[in-house]
């Protein structure tokens, strides 16, 4: 006689994207008596919170990855897929991978979110975001050799060109990267050169908001901006970037236009949904909000189709304060474990009560030893703030993989000052043509 | 009254290389009364004994690289310069770098090799060889690209060829990458998978010559062919590749073509000289070898200008044993040295004995816990030497950069077995046609 639990197929969870929010609901679901297939287009699960230390210099881009087949190799009912959907077929639920199909019985899609150059996407080559370890990469060549062009110039307008640094987006992650920079270049590479002083450098924060880290308090944002000015950097808000052209950023205050030439422009303004927010649209008839992201309802869920979840930074969850849940990893860890729990609620004939996201407090790391803390009953900045961004960053790390190496890694570079990962790779460094003729723009530089 | 010394141009040195030979030139020159360039393509020394590792997933990239800046800091009278030298007038004594030319009183070259595909570069495409962090990042792509093609392959054939990899060259690069490749398959990755064995992998060394290891002992390619055995490599001696067509190797032996279907096909069967050696021919009339290397003088300088150094594996010096010295890092560190210290000789009017290369072994690594090693005096395999090649290669490492981190990494990864470092990076990796469709040669294979 046939067992009659093993002659009724599994339900299929498929699972789109091995962010915070796509792992942390397979992680959850690993014992559960469910098919489990996670897709990814990487191999690797990213820790994006450090990601700015990759295109700064301090770490390694393996040493904020973990290999996804690693960190669920135990799950015995899950199966990793390196793949990408394109598609989606509701009424066979079926995702469309390249070249072939998937079934699912529910599906949860956390694609995430890219960078979004409000209509301006040409300059997406002058100005890179930070999402992917190739963009932490492209990051890192382009300040470590604007450094390298800088000493081989001799003439002083095109090598302050060269040593202008322009972050755009007062965010946790500008913020994060024009701290990192000033600290390269007033402090770890101060002594490398021989034709130019680094310390010359100048480091511009860019913000169209009143206030930096504009999600915080504002007494935070104030202290984050006395500490960057510390530490080197120059905050201007309330200023608009009008146009990103070769190495003149042209920016707008009070109306007025300036010009800033700057060979070194990086991207931290503005995030919309990856394409599968489209998709959703087009197959479910699901909402998208301004940037593109997916509206879902109190369970995290399509309302047109309850077995479609869709979590982290593509959601937009619109049911608890009065603004959508922030795309920070604790939302989409919290909703990803969520989901795996409803998923095994339903499967016994249950139900949960909506989600809601616990706020455990917001972080935002300046410098070594700076950095600003929000705990909601608690707000404070310095050295204190600085360790609980360690500590907290450490224990995500090593729960998926151990990586103690990050932790020493840290301990090394704290003692030292020094940042070991500042090598530039890639290939053809030397044929980039801009860095042997750098004619600035004509019209003539006005400012900063 | 201006002080002679001080009205007299300094004695300047040009060193053309920041490899093992280059970089201990110039560290040797730190303290001494002359004006050093040291010229590099890339900010960073490469620690390549190591590279191996950065390919199979084990290392990152900067955890075997240390930027040049950083190491020569403190030596107050050396300019690093990030360039290629792409020409050279001994009239005049300059080089020639992208736009520029710089002069020289003493020039040190020590550019290195690159590989060798005796006359068939377009293997390039299909065999990589292992050079660069670029190289290592592309074996580690198609090495784990390789496992996650063959879990979406249902055709046992084409399957097998995903999970067949082929190392051509038995030296010690070809005997470290099947070693490690060997473990990824038969050990790290063991569990990884739902749809492959991963232990059903295929790892092939091939070799032309009757054994692997040719340069060492008899004994010691006997031994590290039985450990290799044992760790699941199958070392095949005295047989020719003579074809490497797509998914296809084609090798010859006792005259008979075989034909081995595999996708990934690395290479570490040869090296030719740096486009340098070339250069020197043609401005110098230097002799070049068979590969291109320079020949040199006892004092590792040019015959026809005593002022013009080569060092490290360009240089062929025949002056010691039956062989030139091999290419191997200590020869080019006491090569750097030694000239160094001619240079300082020669300020004072003095000189110095011909240089005398001091064989301290050799080592070569066949897996965790396996080694060989050839002291002269003492020849033997198994735990300790493998100690004693963490040993030596830490050793070496500390000394530029105390990149304690590796020890580390080592040794969580000799407890874990896990490899930290096998992500795959690169842009557009799964647009790679080759993962979706891959029709075999039409020849039917024929073996292995």
């Given at each position: 006689?046939?067992?009659?639990?093993?002659?009724?197929?599994?339900?299929?969870?498929?699972?789109?994207?091995?962010?915070?929010?796509?792992?942390?609901?397979?992680?959850?679901?690993?014992?559960?008596?469910?098919?489990?297939?996670?897709?990814?287009?990487?191999?690797?699960?990213?820790?994006?919170?450090?990601?700015?230390?990759?295109?700064?210099?301090?770490?390694?881009?393996?040493?904020?990855?973990?290999?996804?087949?690693?960190?669920?190799?135990?799950?015995?009912?899950?199966?990793?897929?390196?793949?990408?959907?394109?598609?989606?077929?509701?009424?066979?639920?079926?995702?469309?991978?390249?070249?072939?199909?998937?079934?699912?019985?529910?599906?949860?899609?956390?694609?995430?979110?890219?960078?979004?150059?409000?209509?301006?996407?040409?300059?997406?080559?002058?100005?890179?975001?930070?999402?992917?370890?190739?963009?932490?990469?492209?990051?890192?060549?382009?300040?470590?050799?604007?450094?390298?062009?800088?000493?081989?110039?001799?003439?002083?307008?095109?090598?302050?060109?060269?040593?202008?640094?322009?972050?755009?987006?007062?965010?946790?992650?500008?913020?994060?990267?024009?701290?990192?920079?000033?600290?390269?270049?007033?402090?770890?590479?101060?002594?490398?050169?021989?034709?130019?002083?680094?310390?010359?450098?100048?480091?511009?924060?860019?913000?169209?908001?009143?206030?930096?880290?504009?999600p915080y308090?504002?007494?935070?944002?104030?202290?984050?901006?006395?500490?960057?000015?510390?530490?080197?950097?120059?905050?201007?808000?309330?200023?608009?970037?009008?146009?990103?052209?070769?190495?003149?950023?042209?920016?707008?205050?009070?109306?007025?236009?300036?010009?800033?030439?700057?060979?070194?422009?990086?991207?931290?303004?503005?995030?919309?949904?990856?394409?599968?927010?489209?998709?959703?649209?087009?197959?479910?008839?699901?909402?998208?909000?301004?940037?593109?992201?997916?509206?879902?309802?109190?369970?995290?869920?399509?309302?047109?189709?309850?077995?479609?979840?869709?979590?982290?930074?593509?959601?937009?969850?619109?049911?608890?304060?009065?603004?959508?849940?922030p795309?920070v990893?604790?939302?989409?860890?919290?909703?990803?474990?969520?989901?795996?729990?409803?998923?095994?609620?339903?499967?016994?004939?249950?139900?949960?009560?909506?989600?809601?996201?616990?706020d455990?407090g917001s972080l935002a790391?300046?410098?070594?030893?700076?950095?600003?803390v929000d705990?909601?009953?608690?707000?404070?900045?310095?050295?204190?703030?600085?360790?609980?961004?360690?500590?907290?960053?450490?224990?995500?790390?090593?729960?998926?993989?151990?990586?103690?190496?990050?932790?020493?890694?840290?301990?090394?570079?704290?003692?030292?000052?020094?940042?070991?990962?500042?090598?530039?790779?890639?290939?053809?460094?030397?044929?980039?043509?801009?860095?042997?003729?750098?004619?600035?723009?004509?019209?003539?530089?006005?400012?900063?």
């Amino acid at each position: 006689m046939v067992d009659a639990t093993e002659s009724q197929p599994m339900h299929r969870v498929v699972i789109v994207g091995g962010g915070f929010g796509g792992l942390y609901t397979a992680k959850a679901l690993g014992r559960a008596p469910v098919d489990v297939t996670l897709i990814d287009k990487r191999n690797f699960h990213l820790f994006q919170p450090l990601l700015y230390q990759v295109a700064t210099g301090t770490l390694s881009p393996a040493d904020i990855s973990s290999p996804l087949r690693g960190i669920l190799n135990s799950s015995k009912n899950t199966q990793v897929l390196m793949d990408e959907v394109t598609n989606l077929d509701t009424q066979k639920q079926t995702v469309t991978l390249k070249g072939e199909e998937l079934a699912y019985d529910t599906l949860v899609v956390a694609t995430g979110v890219s960078h979004h150059y409000f209509g301006n996407d040409h300059w997406k080559q002058t100005a890179p975001g930070l999402k992917t370890i190739e963009d932490a990469l492209e990051m890192r060549r382009r300040i470590f050799m604007a450094f390298e062009a800088a000493e081989k110039e001799s003439d002083l307008e095109k090598r302050r060109a060269w040593l202008t640094f322009v972050v755009v987006g007062g965010g946790p992650t500008g913020v994060e990267l024009a701290g990192a920079i000033a600290e390269l270049a007033f402090k770890t590479l101060k002594s490398d050169f021989r034709n130019i002083d680094t310390t010359e450098a100048q480091v511009l924060l860019l913000e169209g908001l009143d206030r930096i880290l504009p999600p915080y308090p504002p007494e935070l944002s104030a202290k984050a901006e006395a500490s960057l000015t510390r530490l080197g950097v120059t905050v201007e808000t309330s200023v608009l970037v009008t146009n990103i052209d070769g190495n003149i950023v042209t920016v707008k205050r009070d109306g007025q236009e300036e010009y800033i030439p700057a060979h070194t422009v990086l991207w931290a303004a503005g995030v919309k949904a990856s394409a599968m927010g489209q998709v959703l649209a087009e197959r479910t008839g699901a909402t998208l909000d301004r940037v593109g992201r997916v509206m879902v309802e109190p369970d995290l869920s399509l309302a047109t189709h309850p077995n479609i979840f869709i979590i982290g930074d593509l959601a937009n969850f619109p049911h608890q304060g009065d603004r959508p849940l922030p795309g920070v990893a604790p939302v989409a860890m919290q909703e990803g474990e969520y989901v795996a729990k409803l998923i095994k609620q339903r499967l016994v004939g249950q139900t949960l009560a909506p989600f809601v996201y616990q706020d455990f407090g917001s972080l935002a790391v300046i410098g070594q030893n700076e950095a600003v803390v929000d705990l909601g009953f608690v707000r404070f900045d310095g050295l204190l703030a600085w360790f609980l961004w360690v500590f907290a960053h450490i224990y995500f790390l090593i729960e998926f993989d151990n990586k103690l190496i990050v932790l020493l890694q840290w301990g090394w570079n704290y003692f030292t000052r020094k940042r070991g990962a500042r090598i530039i790779t890639g290939e053809g460094l030397l044929n980039d043509e801009s860095l042997y003729e750098a004619p600035l723009n004509d019209r003539a530089p006005v400012k900063v």
